[in-house]
């Protein structure tokens, strides 16, 4: 290892004020970078300089700015498998998602390079004569992006290029424990020519970055904050914002509901089960929380489930394997505090539980050394439980029952979370019920939890976020407001409601 990262604004290497280093965690003795973390101070300055980068970003063409967008894609692709490596080692994400996260910022910018000659306004009729009404979209100005770690290029994506191809600069904090794939991301958007202090990068922790951001908004130096991360975290941004009378695109965690229907076919939800809960080891903010089955099929839905668990495989995320360790060391620490949340009435159907070791394998598998933990299977939660109630960052799934499809609706609402949901079943009424009742902002069919497309429209109600959306053409209006012209041509004054010509029914008028 010989990575030293710091924070970049307006094409400089920024102060550091302490050092934060990112461990690989399925080798926890390698140290993928050291990192220069950025105060407050640092993040508010950034948000100045981006200001000043703005104004002229905006003025070009965004046909032009479009072409940097393409750019940005292509260099992408061209360092996909390096950018797709660096990933697996700093978070431990399975290689062959790794690669397809890296591939869905190609399918992000190949979306929005389109973008720049299609971010239409409208010409609108007026209700008076020789006067004309014009709509724009102009970009907000500058964006504090605030990205967990997760998907540490993927999800940055879906905020950096329309921000940046709407004419927008942008400020990026990621997360620390995945600073040194951000910071990789960083240098191939910059290689595609974006002007100095249009793509700012600023390494902190959580606490200097809220009083760095709550220093900028007070300066009037950012206009849009987007942020990733937990419903806690949200609602704090959230009131921020709402502070200085600004909408923050929230997208949070999420108790991704999956229902199983008598009807479903139950290999195929068993598949879609296992990969929604355990895939990246059940450490998406789409990943499932509760499968609600049908108590005809209860016990051998479960029985197919817990055998799959049993015989996945979990190791090295360099192979080809189910998943590999937990994000970083405070991750595991939480999970297992999700793992005493397992009461006397639950029964853990899937095995061993908590870290993989030596005393504690998994199969042949013996941890090596990493923040490897055994998937668990919870089956009998119930509605007042935390572990069906709360959201579970890692590799646990609780299962309950149900008799009606109404009953399971009510269930899977109830944690009052709204991101992603599922439904396995064979019926199309089964279907549009359920989709006209859940509240969640996606909805899959015969599929997984997990799973977002670029052009598709991603986001959650409730605690899972405050109805923004990401991706496909509506994250446009998160980085656009709207602007209303009207152009009176007429050489007079013209009163809108006022000196509107008016024409007479004989509204007493009945055929005989």
Same mark, same amino acid.
């Given at each position: ?195 100095? +202090?249009?793509?700012?990068? $600023?390494?902190?922790?959580? /606490? @200097?970055?809220?009083?760095?951001? %709550?220093? !900028? &908004?007070?300066? #009037? ?32 965690? +999420?108790?991704?509901?999956? $229902?199983?229907?008598?009807? /479903? @076919?139950?290999?195929?939800?068993? %598949?879609? !089960? &296992?990969?929604? #809960? ?235």
């Amino acid at each position: 290892m010989n990575r030293q990262i710091v924070s970049v604004v307006g094409g400089k290497d920024a102060a550091t004020a302490d050092t934060y280093e990112s461990i690989n965690p399925a080798r926890t003795t390698e140290v993928v970078a050291r990192v220069g973390l950025a105060d407050a101070a640092t993040f508010a300055a950034a948000c100045r300089t981006a200001k000043e980068a703005q104004r002229e970003w905006a003025k070009v063409p965004a046909p032009v700015r479009g072409r940097v967008i393409a750019s940005i894609g292509r260099l992408v692709e061209a360092n996909a498998e390096s950018l797709a490596r660096l990933v697996t080692e700093e978070i431990g994400k399975p290689y062959a998602e790794a690669l397809g996260e890296v591939r869905e910022i190609v399918d992000t910018c190949d979306f929005f390079l389109g973008e720049g000659r299609r971010l239409y306004g409208q010409t609108v009729p007026s209700e008076m004569p020789d006067k004309n009404l014009f709509t724009f979209r102009n970009p907000v100005g500058v964006a504090a992006v605030v990205t967990a770690g997760n998907f540490p290029v993927a999800v940055p994506s879906w905020y950096l290029v329309p921000a940046l191809l709407c004419g927008n600069a942008v400020v990026w904090k990621p997360a620390e424990y995945a600073a040194a794939s951000a910071h990789a991301m960083f240098r191939l958007f910059v290689a595609a020519g974006l002007p100095d +202090g249009v793509l700012n990068i $600023v390494f902190a922790d959580g /606490a @200097e970055t809220f009083r760095g951001l %709550e220093l !900028a &908004l007070e300066e #009037g130096s950012v206009q849009k904050v987007g942020f990733t991360g937990s419903s806690e975290v949200g609602r704090k941004v959230g009131e921020l914002t709402g502070r200085h009378l600004q909408s923050a695109c929230l997208e949070l965690g +999420g108790k991704n509901p999956m $229902v199983v229907m008598p009807d /479903a @076919e139950l290999d195929l939800a068993v %598949e879609g !089960a &296992l990969f929604a #809960g355990f895939g990246t080891a059940g450490q998406r903010c789409t990943s499932l929380g509760t499968v609600i089955v049908h108590e005809s099929v209860h016990d051998e839905f479960v029985e197919r489930f817990a055998r799959a668990v049993r015989e996945s495989r979990i190791g090295d995320p360099r192979q080809d394997v189910l998943a590999g360790p937990l994000l970083a060391e405070k991750f595991a620490e939480r999970y297992e505090e999700y793992l005493t949340w397992i009461q006397p009435h639950h029964k853990v159907v899937s095995g061993n539980i908590g870290k993989i070791t030596k005393e504690n394998p998994h199969g042949d598998f013996d941890g090596d050394q990493g923040l490897y933990y055994h998937p668990v299977i919870v089956d009998g939660v119930r509605p007042t439980d935390r572990l069906f109630l709360e959201e579970t960052f890692g590799p646990i799934v609780g299962v309950t029952t149900f008799r009606t499809l109404d009953e399971a609706i009510e269930l899977a609402n109830l944690p009052g979370y709204g991101l992603s949901s599922s439904i396995y079943t064979t019926d199309p009424k089964h279907v549009f019920r359920f989709r006209e009742g859940i509240s969640a902002g996606m909805v899959s069919v015969n599929n997984s939890t997990s799973g977002a497309e670029a052009h598709l429209p991603f986001g959650g109600n409730g605690k899972s976020g405050n109805g923004s959306r990401q991706s496909g053409m509506w994250v446009l209006d998160q980085f656009t407001r709207w602007q209303a012209m009207n152009w009176d041509h007429s050489g007079r004054l013209q009163k809108a409601q006022m000196d509107v010509a008016d024409i007479t029914p004989d509204l007493e008028f009945r055929l005989p």
